[in-house]
Every structure is written in structure tokens, then in C-alpha cells.
């Protein structure tokens, strides 16, 4: 399995790092995304052979960071469902609404898809120690494929966190902090321990691969619709790194011809609060 990365790019001031070296925020404070030889992609990959792999969001191999296929930790995320909702459809006059339902990943939410690639690429890169803030699902996430990866994780999260998450993260190994505030307080934590003992900081949008796993959403949507684009995508958000992938995820896929016509208007909702 080659790896289609050529190197790591900021989108603000265009400077570029090597993939092949642990990065978290460019030098201009920016997150790195992460760039491919579309081309070559183009060559070497096919709808045919997409669809004629495993039902997880790795079918995409090519479009994923990972290039040593022992390093994917993989516990069967991704290719959820798509499916028509009939009855709400109609009473938006929406004949043709779909859910991407998500919940069916391991852990229970999207947030497997980042971890699964975050997790695969850091242990691939030699780190061996993560450290992430979250609200909740992430923190359960990364708890869960960081075990499955033997990497060790430390989760900081307000006290007030959903226990389900709390307890996925004691029951998975990882070290809980549980903290009085909010997750920016968790986050302040997080990168005090960071710096304090050399862990990876895995924060939202403070390393290149968790958007990586997340683009795979924007690719499964394409496939599952025929790689037909739809005309809009409403997408509930938090840290904002799924629609961020998403994309990512259309815009390669109509640079190597594999969709046409116009990308659809993405629509962010964001709970109040
Ligand atoms: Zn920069």
C-alpha cells in the first residue's frame, strides 16, 4: 500500500512540512492539512476498485496518510448507512433528504473516523503517548483505538462531561482528568501537560490527521450516492473538523474527475450553547 502524501501545507501562509515528521500547527499558528499526489491517485485508483473492498472508511486507502497497512488500527468504522428520511422529508418538501447515521461507528460517534486515522498515523510517526480536550465523544474515541493501538492517552474533560464518555475513557486505559469548567479549561490543561512531559497533543485541529479520517464522511457520500453530488449537506458541528474534511474530501474527488459539477452548499448547525 503507497502512500499518496507528499507533504504537509498550510493553508494561511503556504509554508510546507515533511509527512514524514511529527508536525502539530504550522510556525504561523495555523493547522497543516495534509496534501496528496492527485494524479497519481487519479492512475492508480478506481471506483471499481473502491467498491470492491471492506465495507470501512480505509476502502479509501489511497486518500488516507497511512502507508505501512500494519500501522492502520482499524475496529470496522466507517460506511455507515445512508439513509432516506421519508417522513421528515416531506414535511420540509425535501422529497429527497438523507442521514448519514454516523452513531452505528464504534464508540458511538464520527469522532471514530479521526481516531482511527489520527491514532494510526501517530503510531506510524513513533509517538507513543497522546493527549487530547474534548467534550465527550472524542475523548471516548481516542481512549478506544489508543488501546487497540497500545499507545497511551490522557483526556482532560469538564466535570459535567456525559459519564458514558467518562467511563469509556477509564475503561479503555486511558488517564481521565476531569475538570471544573469548560472544554477551553480542559484544553489550557491539556497543553500545559503537552509541553510538561512531551506527549502528542491531538487536539482538534492541532495535528494534520484527525481531518484525514473525518474526510472519509465526504467520500462515503459521494459513493453511496452514486458519486452523484447532492445539492446541499447540512452538517451538525463542534470543533468543526468533519466539515473541514468533507470538503477536503469533495474538492479531491472532482480534481481527479471522479465527481462533476458543482460542490454542494455546506450547511453548518451548532447547538446553542
Ligand atoms: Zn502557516
Known amino acids: 500500500m503507497p502512500s499518496f502524501v507528499t507533504h504537509l501545507s498550510c493553508p494561511r501562509c503556504d509554508l510546507t512540512y515533511d509527512a514524514q515528521q511529527v508536525h502539530n500547527l504550522c510556525a504561523c499558528g495555523a493547522p497543516l492539512l495534509v496534501e496528496y499526489d492527485l494524479d497519481r491517485i487519479g492512475r492508480q485508483a478506481s471506483k471499481a476498485l473502491v467498491a470492491a473492498r471492506p465495507p ?21 468504522e466507517g460506511f455507515t448507512p445512508l439513509l432516506p428520511l421519508g417522513n421528515l422529508g416531506q414535511r420540509w418538501n425535501l422529497p429527497h433528504l438523507w442521514l448519514k447515521e454516523d452513531g452505528l461507528n464504534p464508540t458511538g460517534s464520527f469522532k471514530a473516523r479521526g481516531a482511527s486515522c489520527g491514532v494510526s498515523r501517530a503510531r506510524e510517526l513513533g509517538v507513543t503517548e497522546v493527549a487530547l480536550p474534548t467534550a465527550g465523544n472524542a475523548g471516548g474515541a481516542w481512549a478506544c483505538y489508543g488501546a487497540a493501538a497500545g499507545l497511551r492517552v490522557h483526556v482532560a474533560m469538564p466535570k459535567d462531561a456525559p459519564l458514558i464518555n467518562q467511563l ?4 479503555f486505559g486511558a488517564e481521565l482528568t476531569l475538570v471544573d469548567g469548560l472544554i477551553s479549561d480542559a484544553g489550557r490543561l491539556i497543553a500545559q501537560q503537552v509541553q510538561q512531559y512531551g506527549w502528542f497533543d491531538a487536539s482538534t485541529l492541532k495535528e494534520p490527521y484527525r481531518i484525514e479520517g473525518k474526510k472519509t464522511l465526504g467520500l462515503e457520500v459521494a459513493e453511496q450516492m452514486g458519486w452523484q453530488m447532492p445539492d446541499a449537506i447540512i452538517y451538525p458541528a463542534g470543533g468543526g473538523v468533519g466539515i473541514i474534511g468533507i470538503w477536503r474530501a469533495l474538492q479531491q474527488l472532482r480534481q481527479i474527475g471522479w465527481v462533476s459539477g458543482d460542490l454542494p452548499r455546506l450547511i453548518v448547525v451548532q447547538a446553542e450553547g
Open 56 to 76: 470501512t472508511m480505509w476502502r479509501y486507502q489511497e486518500f488516507l496518510p497511512v502507508s505501512d497497512p500494519q500501522q492502520i488500527v482499524s475496529l470496522g
Open 168 to 171: 469509556e475513557c477509564r475503561m
